[in-house]
């Protein structure tokens, strides 16, 4: 009844409608966002992954959030890590106008920083994939059939390696990664980050979306092996050293940690 309600009173009441309390912040969202939805569900959205990005986030340093949406990871962190700041990369028009007021309106925003742009393993301008605003959590580079509709728009790119340095190449702890299939992309144009700081990274890999990037499971074992990295399951920290076992573990989770 609790998830009932609270779905009715922050996604259709008048005068509540359009954000919800979270972690102390009001976050916004698009119109029957299922992201929304999710988190009366959920409670804690992806409760798992947020436990682990709290872990890893070390006093002092940077978490690059990529692939915000509605900022519901990056909130959780920033909450349990007083002096910690966070970089959240969103490139969709979908959700950019609600995690605009959110970043701006949340006791967090001196800390903080929302970058318009996609990342991947090089700079320019790229088609991206728009679904729905309610269905924006399958917004990306490329159209992987996940939501019922998608048009085409033009977005700023740039890597993370870019944004690093122009921040001053911060002591970075943990990258969470989730941009519908484009995350080894991502990874590609993080390698100067990532070879200075040993930054933790809690990636999506997900086969449905990798196919449309024409990317093999076995592509993160490989990557980690390159950049002296493990890849490890989650939430069972299962490690993975054969795309066999790769493969078994993603009929399960499509969350998985590369670390040193």
């Known amino acids: 009844m609790r998830k009932i309600l609270k779905r009715w009173l922050y996604g259709s009441c008048p005068g509540f409608a359009g954000s919800f309390p979270y972690f102390g912040t009001a976050v916004h969202f698009p119109t029957h966002s299922w992201s929304f939805y999710a988190a009366c569900e959920q409670g804690i959205f992806e409760f798992d992954n947020v436990r682990l990005l709290q872990a890893l986030i070390r006093p002092g340093t940077t978490m690059f959030d990529v692939g915000a949406n509605i900022g519901l990871m990056a909130i959780p962190v920033l909450k349990a890590c007083p002096d910690c700041r966070v970089v959240s990369f969103e490139p969709s028009p979908n959700v950019l106008p609600s995690l605009r007021l959110t970043v701006a309106g949340s006791p967090f925003a001196a800390r903080w920083q929302l970058v318009e742009k996609a990342l991947s393993a090089v700079e320019g301008t790229a088609e991206f994939a728009l679904s729905s605003q309610a269905e924006s959590l399958f917004d990306g580079l490329r159209n992987t059939r996940r939501a019922s509709t998608s048009t085409t728009v033009t977005v700023p790119v740039t890597t993370l390696d870019s ?89 399960e989770t499509e969350s998985f940690l590369i670390a040193r």
Request: with cysteine; charged share 20%; net charge negative.
């Open 163 to 251: 944004v690093w340095n122009l921040l001053g190449q911060p002591e970075v702890s943990v990258i969470k990664c989730d941009v519908e299939g484009a995350e080894f992309d991502v990874l590609e144009g993080a390698a100067e980050c990532l070879a200075a700081t040993g930054a933790s990274i809690l990636v999506e890999w997900n086969a449905i979306n990798l196919a449309f990037y024409q990317r093999a499971p076995e592509a993160l074992i490989e990557f980690a092996r390159r950049a002296g990295y493990r890849v490890f399951t989650v939430p069972r920290f299962v490690e993975i050293t054969d795309p066999l076992t790769l493969r078994l573990h993603m009929i």
